[in-house]
């Protein structure tokens, strides 16, 4: 079921993780990334390493199984923040996904 998004946070998400014998990373799919906002992003980064992440930059992880995460600092909503697609047509894309789900378009 499909809830549009009421401005309160966190967000109603569900992160599925599937076992998959040919699975492929983040790279090279549509999904670029995930991302996440946590208090201090220099922190979650050395402990995302420390746990075996490697790092892009210093907010980008890649986590062991190839899934790139963001961090950001969103202080009035912490948790899931986003997810980032790779698309050829990112206008076309963002009216499919206004047509299908709802909503509008904003900054």
């Keep these: 079921m499909f809830e549009p998004f009421t401005g ?22 549509v999904i670029d990334s995930i991302g996440f906002s946590v208090a ?8 995302l390493e420390a746990a075996g992440a490697k790092v892009l930059s210093p907010s980008v992880v890649v986590d062991p199984w190839g ?17 980032t697609l790779r698309v050829v047509d990112p206008d076309a894309t963002m009216r499919w996904f206004a047509s299908a789900f709802g909503g509008t378009r904003t900054k």
């Design 8 to 29: 309160r946070r966190p967000l109603p998400v569900l992160l599925m993780f599937l076992k998959v014998p040919d699975a492929k990373p983040s790279e090279g799919g």
């Design 40 to 47: 201090d992003v220099a922190a979650k980064v050395k402990t």
């Design 67 to 83: 899934t790139k995460i963001e961090l950001v600092n969103d202080i009035p909503g912490r948790g899931f923040h986003h997810v």
